[in-house]
């Protein structure tokens, strides 16, 4: 059997369930959110956290998250949005950009982990390879919706894109007869396994201080993305000849390779003393600053016992002209 000359994209992106409209753009990301908490459930129940607040850290950051997200997809491509009253929040036609909806869902994150007495550096680090295990289930969306490719190509894994996908993907005109593109959904969904698992040897097999996981996270998928903005040819704003997600991703990957660098220099915080030290440091404590029966303390008594016994005994003379008077009579 001969191998398909190319990647041919799925002829539906939805399906009905009764009267529901299920978009597999939607359902792609339910089930990269499920697998994210799974995930830090695991991670954070191993350094010793409370794997419930996994749930409720959750519950405010993926709204936070998806409104975060929508807010930059609406803001960086304006031309994008449906024209319909309910456009601007039409995640399933558009989508969202991952570095609206990470920015808003960690500040929501912070909030509750301060709330909580958490240790949000710890949490960071937990959470990191989660969040790209999440990205890259979601990009399976983009393949349904036929969004996100590159430049047209004659690769075998050429993602095969639709004519009416071509225009509304607001691609060069010049670009429109070719019908196979860089598949770079695909690209980015393999990048973000892969650097998951990077970031879990690196957490299980190098001391990295936290958040540093975290920091190698943004720089990681920056550094990605500007690979990925340099092969895109969907509808961008741009800026001296450069699309704009090519300066941001440039701007966070110096951010993050910056913030791991001064997260590494950081000196560890001492460790807190146990229990059974503290009680025995006190007791030691304790122990030194005893005062004696006469108010004096312990290790001087013997000299105390001294001078008292000198006292009545009197001065060296009077003992020497007692013992003699004693001899004569």
């Known amino acids: 059997?001969?191998?398909?000359?190319?990647?041919?994209?799925?002829?539906?992106?939805?399906?009905?369930?009764?009267?529901?409209?299920?978009?597999?753009?939607?359902?792609?990301?339910?089930?990269?959110?499920?697998f994210a908490i799974f995930i830090t459930r695991r991670r954070w129940r191993a350094v010793g956290g409370n794997p419930d607040l996994v749930g409720d850290v959750a519950i405010w950051s993926v709204p936070a998250g998806i409104v975060g997200g929508r807010i930059y997809f609406d803001i960086t491509t304006p031309m994008d949005i449906p024209h319909v009253w309910y456009g601007v929040f039409a995640v399933?036609?558009?989508?969202?950009?991952?570095?609206?909806?990470?920015?808003?869902?960690?500040?929501?994150?912070?909030?509750?982990?301060?709330r909580a007495g958490a240790n949000v550096a710890n949490f960071m680090d937990a959470v990191a390879p989660a969040l790209l295990v999440a990205q890259g289930i979601g990009r399976i969306g983009n393949y349904f919706n036929?969004?996100?490719?590159?430049?047209?190509?004659?690769?075998?894994?050429?993602?095969?894109?639709?004519?009416?996908?071509?225009v509304s993907g607001g691609i060069p005109a010049a670009d429109l007869h070719f019908s196979t593109f860089q598949p770079t959904f695909l690209y980015e969904l393999i990048f973000d396994f892969a650097w998951a698992a990077v970031l879990v040897w690196l957490g299980h097999h190098?001391?990295?201080?936290?958040?540093?996981?975290?920091?190698l996270y943004v720089?990681?998928?920056?550094?990605?993305?500007?690979?990925?903005?340099?092969?895109?040819?969907?509808?961008?704003?741009?800026?001296?000849g450069l699309r704009?997600?090519?300066y941001i991703a440039t701007i966070l990957a110096i951010v993050g390779a910056v913030w791991f660098y001064r997260s590494q220099r950081r000196p560890l915080p001492a460790p807190a003393p146990s229990p059974a030290s503290a009680s025995a440091s006190?007791?030691?404590?304790?122990?030194?600053?005893?005062?004696?029966?006469d108010g004096d303390v312990g290790p001087d008594e013997p000299d105390n016992l001294e001078a008292v016994s000198a006292r009545e005994e009197g001065p060296p003379e009077s003992r020497d002209s007692g013992q003699a008077t004693g001899e004569t009579s």
């Open 1 to 34: 059997m001969a191998l398909p000359a190319y990647l041919p994209s799925p002829s539906i992106n939805s399906f009905n369930l009764g009267p529901l409209v299920i978009h597999f753009y939607a359902l792609m990301y339910l089930v990269g959110i499920a």
């Open 206 to 215: 190098r001391r990295i201080k936290p958040p540093g996981l975290f920091a």
């Open 146 to 166: 036929k969004e996100l490719f590159g430049r047209p190509t004659g690769l075998r894994w050429g993602l095969e894109i639709p004519f009416q996908y071509r």
């Open 282 to 293: 006190a007791s030691a404590s304790a122990d030194a600053a005893d005062p004696g029966p």
């Open 92 to 114: 399933w036609d558009g989508g969202l950009g991952i570095w609206g909806g990470v920015a808003l869902a960690t500040v929501v994150g912070i909030w509750r982990l301060r």
């Open 244 to 246: 704009l997600n090519m």
């Open 219 to 240: 720089f990681g998928y920056s550094a990605y993305r500007i690979f990925e903005e340099s092969l895109r040819i969907d509808s961008s704003v741009h800026i001296f």
